[in-house]
């Protein structure tokens, strides 16, 4: 968190990557199922917390606009799914503890 801004975490990484493969945040909002506007609230609050620049922006024109994920965005990105893999390790042990004391989902169905 950056004051009241999150400034990094899973949507924000996957419409990263989403702008990663599309090359424009409209393409990549339609790609995730998310708004326009909110992907472009998305991208500022990201560019506005860190030092540098997550995504960069193209002005359309007669070649059309876009949207590239930078150096410092990928690498973001790469950390953080990282991250995630090292998280899920240490507490894989103590979900699959939770596991076992959960009912079967059609136990629970029926009480």
């Known amino acids: 968190m ?7 975490g899973p949507g924000k990484a996957a419409l990263l990557q989403a702008i990663d493969q599309n090359g424009s945040i409209s393409a ?5 199922g998310m708004s326009y506007r909110r992907a472009w609230l998305l991208v ?19 070649k059309g606009g876009g949207a ?3 150096d410092q965005g990928r690498d973001i990105v ?4 990282a991250m995630e893999v090292r998280a899920q390790a240490a507490v894989a042990a103590d979900m699959a503890y939770f596991d076992s004391l959960m009912t079967a989902p059609e136990e629970s169905a029926s009480n």
């Open 28 to 32: 990549a909002a339609r790609a995730i």
């Open 44 to 62: 500022e609050e990201m560019n506005h917390c860190f030092t540098l620049p997550l995504v960069a922006t193209a002005t359309g024109g007669a």
């Open 68 to 70: 590239h994920v930078t």
């Open 2 to 8: 950056q004051g009241d801004a999150i400034a990094f």
């Open 78 to 81: 790469e950390r953080y799914l």
